[in-house]
């Protein structure tokens, strides 16, 4: 009962380094969703992938490239990472693409940026 | 456009006592569903509940409670009796059916003290 497994769970980066963070989930759900979760700002969405093949910008997708690579695995690429890109990053799935369902999230992934 | 206010950034209480977490929020759409989630320190985001804008039933489950008023536009939990474990932050958020965008309250920290 893995559920939604990221890796890393932590990482150091300097300015201009890039970073592929990973995300698999056995659930068998349809939708991915990548988030970060920054202080006093709730969590807010990078990227989605609402079905196996598809993916789309969420509210915060600068600086961030995503790729779905089948329907459990769904990852967050930073290209020249940034010190505004520390944060914790979070993924989460759900079974459909639909407002009802709930989202089930992963650990997280907590990087920083030098 | 869609917001969730959780207006109490930190709350202390001491072990056995109830504690009200207040979630307010704004949408124009008529359907819609609101989330509660948990953050214990660990870091993982655990989902808690789901209620739909037409079902205003209360719901218990434990020493958990949710209180649905759509005329106030809140949706608070009560935890009974609190305990050490329940020490988290956590999120009250928001869905309707335009885009199904997830939008999450900052989050009220609980701490719960002997």
């Known amino acids: 009962n893995a559920g939604v497994t990221q890796t890393p769970k932590f990482q150091v980066l300097k300015t201009g380094q890039s970073m592929t963070l990973q995300c698999a989930q056995d659930?068998?759900?349809?939708?991915m969703y990548w988030y970060r979760q920054d202080p006093g700002m709730g969590l807010r969405l990078i990227y989605y992938?609402?079905?196996?093949?598809?993916?789309d910008k969420g509210e915060v997708p600068n600086g961030y490239n995503v790729s779905r690579l089948n329907k459990r695995e769904f990852s967050l690429r930073l290209e020249s990472a940034a010190p505004s890109q520390t944060s914790v990053y979070f993924c989460?799935?759900?079974?459909?693409?639909?407002?009802?369902?709930?989202?089930?999230f992963g650990d997280g992934t907590r990087l920083s940026i030098l | 456009a869609q917001k969730v206010t959780q207006a109490q950034t930190e709350i202390s209480v001491v072990e056995k006592e109830d504690v009200t977490l207040d979630c307010v929020y704004e949408?124009?759409?008529?359907?819609?569903?609101l989330f509660w989630y948990k953050q214990p320190p660990s870091g993982e985001l655990v989902f808690l509940i789901r209620r739909n804008s037409f079902d205003e039933q209360n719901e218990i489950s434990g020493r958990y409670s949710w209180n649905f008023q759509k005329s106030t536009s809140s949706f608070n939990f009560t935890i009974t009796a609190s305990q050490v474990v329940d020490s988290a932050v956590y999120f009250c958020?928001?869905?309707?059916?335009?885009?199904?965008?997830?939008?999450f309250g900052t989050g009220t920290q609980l701490k719960v003290e002997l």
């Open positions: 992938s609402a079905s196996e093949g598809t993916t």
């Open positions: 659930m068998n759900h349809n939708s």
């Open positions: 949408t124009r759409d008529t359907t819609y569903y």
């Open positions: 958020a928001l869905n309707t059916g335009g885009g199904n965008k997830l939008t």
């Open positions: 989460a799935s759900s079974e459909l693409w639909l407002p009802n369902q709930p989202q089930h």
